[in-house]
């Protein structure tokens, strides 16, 4: 390629760029490279189109993020406006859930060891440590008809062993047959003094079969002794039906504190420590034993104090 079309070349570009070839020439005298010239204005030009379009995609964004929050507001407008459908909705189900409990889908929240049926209320709980007393079971069969022994176990009771009258059952649930004993009134026992009651009858059936079976002089000599020997156990399905109803109570109850070493079982042969565990060193979670007993002597359906079977006198009823 001849010099003289290289440089009608360079002046047509120089002409596109809208550069004098005077200056041009003035350039290359002065030792300038136009090539460098062209090449800065290029990237300037670049670098101003770079700029426009950051500036239009910031632009863009913007634009987009605040269509987004119009959006967003218009969408909460309309859902704000049907708040009152789902307040009402909520309440509903709050409604229809307490009417469940009412009507005996509530037990799981019943309080543990309470009833289902709404009759009895919260009672505070404390933290019991168990400790022996024979007052309440005596080593001697013979001494558990003493005084001391009975009145124990009637002090520990209610008044009415746990009979309450509901003055109006339309306000419970879940309420089983009414004892038959009161044919016009709605009376029930619980179960705490049930369980009382069954384990006082089991005692008593066990010093009486020790009694019986027992061959000590001294025993058997004293008049306490022909009085408890000459009958048989009393009513021995009643001992029967206690073992079994003491056994779901237990399983019900499930106390699962934790008990360390015997403390007062005797030792074996050459002093030999049995092992076994008597549970006196435990602490157990309780109800308030006394908040209970008098929340059940205030519903008694009579006042009489009695443990025995034998003892109830339907007269004394309130």
């Not at 500036?55 to 407008?77: F, M, N, T, V």
């Not at 859902?79 to 009507?103: C, H, K």
């Not at 543990?112 to 019991?128: H, I, K």
Request: glycine share 6%; charged share 30%.
């Amino acid at each position: 390629m001849s010099m003289k079309t290289k440089t009608h070349k360079d002046r047509r570009y120089n002409v596109l760029r809208n550069i004098d070839p005077k200056d041009e020439e003035a350039a290359v005298a002065a030792g300038d490279s136009i090539d460098s010239q062209s090449s800065t204005e290029v990237e300037d030009i670049e670098e101003d189109a770079g700029k426009e379009k950051r500036g239009l995609r910031r632009w863009r964004d913007e634009g987009a993020k605040q269509e987004r929050r119009k959006r967003r507001k218009s969408i909460w407008k309309r859902v704000n406006g049907w708040r009152w459908v789902f307040d009402t909705a909520l309440l509903l189900v709050i409604v229809g859930l307490l009417l469940e409990r009412r009507e005996g889908g509530g037990v799981k929240w019943v309080e543990l060891g309470s009833d289902v049926t709404g009759f009895a209320p919260t009672f505070s709980q404390q933290v019991v440590s168990f400790t022996p007393n024979d007052t309440f079971s005596p080593e001697e069969p013979l001494d558990w008809w003493s005084d001391r022994t009975q009145q124990a176990w009637l002090d520990i009771v209610p008044e009415g062993l746990g009979y309450v009258l509901i003055q109006d059952p339309s306000k419970h649930t879940n309420l089983p047959t009414p004892i038959h004993d009161y044919p016009n009134q709605t009376v029930y026992t619980t179960s705490m003094t049930h369980q009382l009651h069954c384990l006082y009858t089991v005692i008593e059936a066990y010093n009486t079969l020790q009694l019986i079976s027992s061959t000590t002089p001294a025993s058997t000599s004293s008049s306490t002794y022909t009085h408890h020997t000459t009958n048989e156990i009393k009513m021995p399905w009643h001992v029967t039906h206690c073992f079994e109803y003491l056994r779901q109570s237990i399983m019900c109850s499930a106390d699962v504190a934790l008990e360390g070493a015997a403390t007062t079982f005797p030792l074996g042969k050459g002093g030999v420590d049995l092992g076994g565990s008597d549970g006196w060193d435990a602490k157990h979670v309780c109800r308030d034993y006394g908040e209970v007993k008098g929340y059940l002597e205030k519903e008694a359906v009579w006042r009489k104090k009695w443990i025995k079977s034998e003892d109830v006198e339907v007269e004394e009823r309130r």
